[in-house]
């Protein structure tokens, strides 16, 4: 449970520099009249929204990693192999979530056509990177790593599917995003859907970096074991 | 009182006015409609109708108790159904629906000042998502097999193997129900948390928040944080179920043959299933707590005591909720540190919940006290919550939670203080706000009876189970047939209480009949009965229009609780009167 730990630490510590930023030791019987701040953020609310949905979307992937770290110190644990193909994937990953960073710069900039392009990229990029996973899973299928039979391998394709459905999720938001790129609309009022899409794509392709780390540690292969026991233990 | 100057100073426009959207016909106006209060008032319907199902549920399980042998339509299997369906029910489709989904909606937007949620249309997607995970739940009652008898807490690996009732079909549309009703969930709670923080009128500081939008609003990040835990458990045990995944299943052999799986653990489930479930204890108290504060400070004509301790309660008991679920598996065999550790953290919570029941009762000292419907319910909710906490410091230490945690002890204790008191406070929300959203008051004696009649009923029927509890009746069983330490007369008290069950569940079709009665013809309300001073109350129409607060959007120029003011003209100033005509009439010298 330590992982659900650490992320929820992390998310205290946002919550308290939040309130400290509120005045919560006010005396609001004493302060009648008028005050300008409210304390609202001059963020977009679109912007916040996308911050509370990481949150809850953060807590849901700190679980899943948490159970399966749980998992490995408990009975009857196989470890999986790592296909080899998932330094591409990553890679894969990496390239779309710096294409969107591009994209950002870009629209901030005013270059429409460059927006475009990354746009494009950001979501080429993503789709080989399911195409990847997808081809992943047939990998450790083919090496008999079934759904049923190997605790390490369920646990590898339900949180990779989790991470996938939710990179598809913001494959519908970046379609969207194109669209209107396309219906050259101004930059500036691209500029925030642009924004909101890279801030997603790099979360995911965090998750993605944590559990592809947690993998390869548990890799009977790759690593010693002893080492594996030490850092499951820890987590 | 401090002079903060004039008025003039209020920067313009600090909350950019947002572009409404308006509904063009009948259907986009009450069906798929985006308005906050129509969604209200949909979840509140959605979740009250199917909270009439298990009311009905607990009945048939009364009567089990009671008249063992009698009812031939109540099988074994029966009897488990309707106990998980039941608890289900209640805790999640009717408690948690109603205090976010439909308190939530209608009071955020109209408390904070706003004209309506920052994201309507999702908003509006997370009713229709809900009432799906609801048609989901009413479909496995009539699918084959029947609905899941696993228990609420669906523990594997029995929630899943056959011999449970509803092990084909019940338990996959449990699951599924679940999991949308989450993702239904999680759409309406980005909303609420969302337009509490960047929502806020003009001058509506955090601090200046009545404490209802408080309550709901750590109450839905608790609830956004937990649920996951349950979303997760609620897949890796549907692959369970249908794929034949071992995620909590460890090798079994039933009936002399060896199952399919093997490896996994039935503990992370309960270890998941405890992490959102205990803060769902609190998903529906914090609303609760915040509700009530509101009641009793406006029906006491009060300011509420300790306001800043009120608000630092609510979120340290919010923090403190996710470091207790182990005091739910204290019999699955615990390493006796971790006992320890999750009893002391328990107990804890006491100290900021002890807080604001000694702010509640100071706020009554001394106070203005009016016994309307809404006050009475306030004051149940108190003496229950005290009740039914009380009985939560015995089973909070593990050593005697152990011997009694099987028994009815346990179902006295939660119907006590997470069935009883919440339900108080929805029905002294329910009372309170009703002229707001229909504009007629209530038939103030039949509020009445049906305030004594549950409230007094409640204690005649959970009182005596604590007692039952005690000399070891065991809960979760069908009948107690030839039990050697349960004496003759647990069989009289069982139907001492099945009897008071049903005249409490037959009372409350006095508060329906109120309800329709009143809404035809009830007392006009006027735009603001109760003479309280948040921003709801000041609305230019009631029930409120589109938009909530015709052109301008109200400015707000001091706290919620306002009332009894010294030298004050009225004994309550609304949040958005300005100082200054009030300081002309308060100032002779």
């Known amino acids: 449970m330590n992982i659900?730990?650490?992320?929820?630490?992390?998310?205290?510590?946002?919550?308290?520099?939040?309130?400290?930023?509120?005045?919560?030791?006010?005396?609001?019987?004493?302060?009648?009249?008028?005050?300008?701040?409210?304390?609202?953020?001059?963020?977009?609310?679109?912007?916040?929204?996308?911050?509370?949905?990481?949150?809850?979307?953060?807590?849901?992937?700190?679980?899943?990693?948490?159970?399966?770290?749980?998992?490995?110190?408990?009975?009857?644990?196989?470890?999986?192999?790592?296909?080899?193909?998932?330094?591409?994937?990553?890679?894969?990953?990496?390239?779309?979530?710096?294409?969107?960073?591009?994209?950002?710069?870009?629209?901030?900039?005013?270059?429409?056509?460059?927006?475009?392009?990354?746009?494009?990229?950001?979501?080429?990029?993503?789709?080989?990177?399911?195409?990847?996973?997808?081809?992943?899973?047939?990998?450790?299928?083919?090496?008999?790593?079934?759904?049923?039979?190997?605790?390490?391998?369920?646990?590898?394709?339900?949180?990779?599917?989790?991470?996938?459905?939710?990179?598809?999720?913001?494959?519908?938001?970046l379609g969207r995003t194109m669209d209107r790129a396309w219906r050259a609309v101004t930059a500036g009022e691209l500029r925030l859907s642009v924004e909101l899409c890279a801030i997603y794509w790099h979360f995911l392709l965090l998750v993605w970096l944590v559990f592809f780390s947690l993998l390869l540690l548990t890799d009977p292969i790759e690593s010693d074991s002893g080492v594996v026991a030490f850092i499951c233990r820890i987590l | 009182?401090?002079?903060?100057?004039?008025?003039?100073?209020?920067?313009?426009?600090?909350?950019?006015?947002?572009?409404l959207y308006h509904p063009k016909s009948w259907v986009t106006k009450y069906v798929f409609c985006q308005d906050a209060k129509v969604i209200a008032i949909q979840y509140s319907i959605t979740a009250i109708s199917i909270g009439l199902v298990a009311l009905v549920l607990s009945w048939l399980i009364r009567l089990q108790l009671a008249f063992p042998d009698t009812f031939s339509f109540i099988t074994p299997s029966n009897y488990y159904q309707f106990i998980t369906m039941h608890g289900m029910i209640m805790v999640i489709y009717l408690l948690t629906a109603l205090f976010l989904g439909g308190f939530g909606n209608y009071l955020i937007p109209l408390m904070v000042g706003a004209r309506d949620m920052v994201f309507p249309y999702v908003n509006m997607l997370s009713y229709w998502v809900y009432l799906l995970a609801v048609l989901v739940l009413v479909a496995s009652f009539f699918a084959p097999g029947g609905p899941t008898g696993a228990g609420w807490t669906l523990y594997p690996p029995q929630a899943i193997l056959a011999g449970t009732p509803g092990q084909d079909w019940g338990i996959i549309l449990m699951l599924a129900s679940l999991i949308l009703f989450i993702i239904g969930f999680t759409m309406g709670g980005l909303n609420y948390v969302v337009t509490v923080l960047q929502g806020r009128t003009r001058g509506m500081t955090m601090m200046r928040l009545p404490l209802t939008v408080w309550g709901i609003f750590t109450a839905t990040i608790l609830a956004l944080l937990a649920f996951p835990a349950l979303f997760v458990a609620s897949v890796m045990m549907l692959l369970d179920r249908v794929l034949g995944t071992s995620f909590f299943m460890p090798a079994i052999v039933q009936a002399?043959?060896?199952?399919?799986?093997?490896g996994g653990s039935p503990i992370l489930f309960q270890h998941l299933f405890w992490f959102f479930g205990h803060p769902e204890v609190y998903i529906v108290a914090l609303p609760a707590f915040g509700i009530v504060s509101d009641l009793i400070s406006t029906h006491a004509r009060k300011n509420i005591f300790g306001y800043r301790m009120m608000v630092w309660a609510l979120v340290a008991i919010a923090v403190l909720s996710f470091i207790v679920w182990g005091h739910h598996m204290y019999i699955s065999g615990m390493n006796p540190p971790f006992g320890f550790f999750f009893a002391t953290s328990t107990l804890v919570i006491a100290i900021p919940t002890a807080i604001k029941v000694y702010n509640w009762v100071l706020t009554l000292w001394r106070g203005d006290i009016h016994l309307t419907v809404p006050m009475l319910f306030a004051l149940g909710f108190i003496v229950t919550?005290?009740?039914?906490?009380?009985?939560?410091?015995?089973?909070?230490?593990?050593?005697?939670?152990?011997?009694?945690?099987?028994?009815?002890?346990?179902?006295?204790?939660?119907?006590?203080?997470?069935?009883?008191?919440?339900?108080?406070?929805?029905?002294?929300?329910?009372?309170?706000?009703?002229?707001?959203?229909?504009?007629?008051?209530?038939?103030?004696?039949?509020?009445?009876?049906?305030?004594?009649?549950?409230?007094?009923?409640?204690?005649?029927?959970?009182?005596?189970?604590?007692?039952?509890?005690?000399?070891?009746?065991?809960?979760?069983?069908?009948?107690?047939?030839?039990?050697?330490?349960?004496?003759?007369?647990?069989?009289?008290l069982n139907v001492f209480i099945t009897a008071a069950a049903l005249i409490v569940g037959a009372a409350q079709m006095v508060f329906f009949f109120n309800m329709i009665w009143s809404l035809l013809k009830g007392k006009l309300a006027g735009s603001n009965p109760w003479r309280a001073t948040t921003l709801e109350w000041q609305t230019p129409q009631t029930p409120p229009g589109h938009g909530n607060w015709g052109k301008e959007l109200p400015i707000v120029y001091r706290w919620a609780y306002d009332y009894s003011v010294p030298g004050a003209s009225q004994d309550f100033l609304p949040q958005n009167q300005p100082p200054a005509k009030h300081m002309t009439e308060a100032a002779p010298s």
């Open chain 2, 256 to 262: 002399g043959e060896h199952l399919k799986y093997g």
């Open chain 1, 4 to 173: 659900i730990f650490i992320f929820l630490a992390v998310l205290a510590a946002i919550v308290v520099w939040w309130l400290s930023q509120q005045r919560i030791t006010a005396k609001p019987w004493l302060e009648t009249g008028p005050i300008g701040d409210t304390g609202a953020s001059s963020l977009p609310a679109a912007k916040i929204g996308l911050g509370v949905f990481l949150a809850i979307v953060g807590s849901l992937f700190a679980l899943l990693l948490s159970a399966y770290s749980m998992r490995t110190e408990m009975g009857e644990w196989r470890p999986a192999p790592v296909p080899k193909l998932l330094w591409l994937n990553t890679g894969m990953l990496i390239a779309s979530s710096g294409a969107l960073q591009w994209a950002q710069i870009a629209a901030r900039r005013g270059k429409m056509d460059a927006v475009r392009a990354s746009l494009f990229a950001g979501g080429a990029f993503a789709l080989a990177f399911l195409t990847g996973q997808l081809m992943a899973w047939r990998l450790l299928d083919a090496a008999g790593y079934y759904l049923t039979d190997n605790p390490a391998a369920a646990f590898f394709y339900l949180i990779t599917g989790v991470h996938g459905l939710h990179l598809l999720g913001g494959l519908v938001a």
């Open chain 2, 385 to 492: 919550f005290v009740n039914g906490g009380i009985t939560g410091l015995f089973l909070g230490n593990v050593i005697v939670d152990v011997p009694l945690s099987a028994t009815m002890f346990v179902v006295a204790h939660f119907h006590m203080v997470m069935g009883i008191a919440p339900i108080l406070v929805v029905f002294g929300g329910i009372y309170h706000w009703y002229p707001k959203i229909t504009g007629r008051m209530w038939n103030e004696k039949l509020g009445q009876f049906h305030f004594w009649v549950t409230f007094l009923g409640a204690y005649l029927i959970y009182f005596p189970m604590h007692y039952l509890g005690f000399i070891g009746v065991p809960r979760r069983y069908y009948e107690l047939g030839g039990t050697a330490f349960v004496p003759p007369s647990a069989a009289t």
């Open chain 2, 1 to 19: 009182m401090v002079d903060v100057g004039t008025v003039e100073v209020i920067p313009p426009a600090e909350v950019e006015d947002v572009e």
